[in-house]
């Protein structure tokens, strides 16, 4: 614990960059995913095709990926934004069928009824289909979340900012223990963020959390009656 | 009024759900459609509201032609209840009902008030105001689904088999309250069913469908009952036996048909028609139709 005691400061900056370069991507990718999923959704032929080239992106190694993005938008090779454009999309890969999934699962009852009511159709989108995704959606950029945090270290290797840092710097300089405070801090602000999602979910749609005992006590009911 | 002019639809995939219906929907009354499942008795009731635009054909509402008017205002001036509520899951009662309001521009202080004057109107508690659909029995869940089809005050209901999915008991408290509704409110109701017995207890104007939305018969409850057009009519208001709780016996007369309803114990309930002024008892053995019996088995016939 030594070395993590003489090094505080370090360890707090290195962890603030981190998060100044997951956080963007993990929200990014949730708004690029939108049209994307409604794309998806919409026209049933090319879900197919979106979906598969999103998820291609996905293949792409890391590495090779934050060379090319610096050539292609001129950016030095250890500037933070190419770690973030790199990883929004790999956030896209995941978190368009996430969308489109969620999409689809809204019932189709109440789609139609939100039509007979007079929704129009940008409205219908996001005060019911969009909302009504919600469950899913978050199921998703849970995911996305933990492993933008997790890719965010990549950078490391290039002398990027971050918590890659200490993996890239401890292995150099054969110290275990800045290694393991590296991956301590990486699966603490994956598990914080996680929460934060989770909580933010509950917060968004408190509709979900009621269901369950009022459909459990009219089970029953019909149970007697019948 | 509402008046379909040899209105067909055929769907993308090839099936032609209504071929040449053509109906008039008076004002202020209760129009059941009623016919087996698939006949095409959403599709009506879904190109009443442009949610469904016919392939060919016309339909008016009041003299107007409805493919002129804007599908989403269109919407928001008719009700609209289907099976199964399809409340919004993710809004308050409250919020549910007032939707159609609110979309209209009402401001949601004023939408919120009236709202919940209607959940006294539908004979729901006020308490329920804030739970989310989830939270309600079933039979709430209509309740509140018809609520929402009034909160816009719209001339025309349209109602999709809105009780199939609820328990008998509630059901027919559900049917005495629309029944209720309709003499105190007086819109033009156009109700979807399969249930014979429901259409004929709700309809002042009830139509008989066959597949393709034919009209098989249309008439009042009574003239239908006592006068059934075909061999499917008969079949179709007389399926469920030993469920019925009336039957028409019709009785040779020189003057023409006497036409006697009869309970399930054979017990005289009522005359329909009786040429002449005279009913004839003579006749021991009445032909009989049956039609109705559900509640003679709760005892009440
Ligand atoms: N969107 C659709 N696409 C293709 N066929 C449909 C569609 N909706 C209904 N149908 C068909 O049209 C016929 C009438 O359907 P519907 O109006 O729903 O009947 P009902 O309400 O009387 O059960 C059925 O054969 C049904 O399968
Ligand atoms: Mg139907």
Redesign the interface.
């Known amino acids: 614990m030594v070395w993590v005691f003489n090094n505080l400061t370090e360890i707090w900056q290195h962890t603030l960059e981190h998060l100044q370069i997951a956080l963007p991507p993990i929200i990014l990718s949730f708004i690029i995913a939108i049209p994307l999923g409604w794309l998806a959704k919409r026209f049933p032929p090319a879900r197919g095709t979106i979906l598969t080239l999103a998820s291609l992106l996905y293949a792409i190694p890391s590495l090779p990926l934050l060379i090319v993005i610096p050539v292609l938008i001129g950016t030095g090779l250890q500037d933070p934004i190419n770690v973030v454009i790199a990883l929004t999309l790999y956030g896209i890969a995941l978190m368009a069928r996430s969308t489109a999934d969620g999409l689809r699962s809204v019932?189709p009852?109440?789609r139609?009824?939100?039509?007979?009511?007079?929704?129009?159709p940008w409205?219908q989108f996001w005060a019911?289909e969009f909302?009504?995704a919600?469950p899913v959606l978050l199921a998703g950029i849970r995911v996305v979340s933990v492993s933008t945090i997790s890719l965010t270290t990549v950078g490391g290797v290039l002398g990027i900012p971050g918590l890659g840092l200490l993996f890239t710097d401890g292995f150099q300089r054969g110290l275990v223990e800045e290694i393991t405070t590296g991956i301590v801090l990486v699966i603490v602000i994956a598990v914080v963020m996680d929460t934060v999602l989770v909580m933010l979910g509950r917060w968004l749609?408190?509709?979900t959390r009621?269901?369950s005992?009022?459909?459990r006590r009219?089970r029953n009911?019909?149970a007697v009656?019948? | 009024m509402i008046e379909f002019r040899s209105v067909s639809k055929q769907y993308p995939d090839g099936t032609r759900a209504v071929d040449e219906f053509s109906l008039i929907i008076p004002s202020r009354k209760t129009t059941v459609l009623v016919g087996s499942s698939g006949c095409g008795k959403t599709t009506l009731l879904?190109m009443i509201?442009r949610?469904v635009d016919p392939t060919s054909g016309v339909i008016e509402i009041d003299g107007k032609d409805i493919s002129t008017i804007e599908p989403?205002?269109?919407?928001?001036d008719v009700g609209?209840v289907?099976?199964?509520?399809?409340?919004?899951?993710?809004?308050r009662v409250i919020d549910n009902v007032a939707?159609?309001p609110i979309?209209?521009g009402v401001p949601k202080k004023q939408a919120h008030e009236d709202a919940l004057a209607l959940l006294d109107t539908v004979g729901l508690d006020r308490s329920l105001a804030d739970?989310?659909p989830?939270?309600?029995?079933?039979g709430q869940q209509q309740r509140v689904g018809v609520a929402?089809g009034l909160a816009a005050n719209p001339n025309i209901l349209l109602m999709d088999e809105p009780f199939g999915a609820v328990?008998p008991?509630v059901r027919t408290d559900l049917q005495n309250e629309t029944l209720r509704l309709q003499r105190e409110l007086d819109k033009t109701v156009v109700f979807v069913t399969h249930d014979i017995d429901e259409a004929f207890l709700l309809g002042d104007q009830v139509i008989i469908l066959e597949k393709g939305a034919h009209i098989a018969q249309q008439g009042s409850p009574e003239e239908i009952l006592a006068n059934p057009v075909s061999e499917f009519v008969a079949n179709f208001i007389g399926a469920d036996r030993g469920k019925r709780r009336l039957a028409v016996s019709s009785i040779a007369h020189p003057q023409g048909d006497d036409l006697v309803l009869v309970d399930a114990g054979g017990y005289a309930a009522g005359v329909i028609a009786a040429p002449g002024g005279q009913l004839a008892t003579a006749n021991p053995t009445p032909k009989s139709r049956s039609i109705s019996n559900k509640t003679s088995q709760a005892g009440d016939a």
């Not at chain 1, 139609?112 to 129009?120: F, I, K, M, N, R």
């Not at chain 2, 989403?72 to 928001?76: D, P, Q, S």
């Not at chain 2, 289907?82 to 809004?91: A, T, V, Y």
């Open positions: 019932d009852d109440v139609q009824s939100a039509t007979a009511l007079g929704y129009s409205t019911v909302p009504l919600g749609m408190p509709w009621v269901a005992p009022a459909v009219r009911l019909r009656t019948t | 879904r509201n949610m989403v205002h269109l919407r928001r609209y289907m099976q199964n509520s399809g409340l919004l899951p993710h809004r939707t159609v979309l209209k739970r989310y989830a939270q309600l029995s079933g929402r328990d008991i």
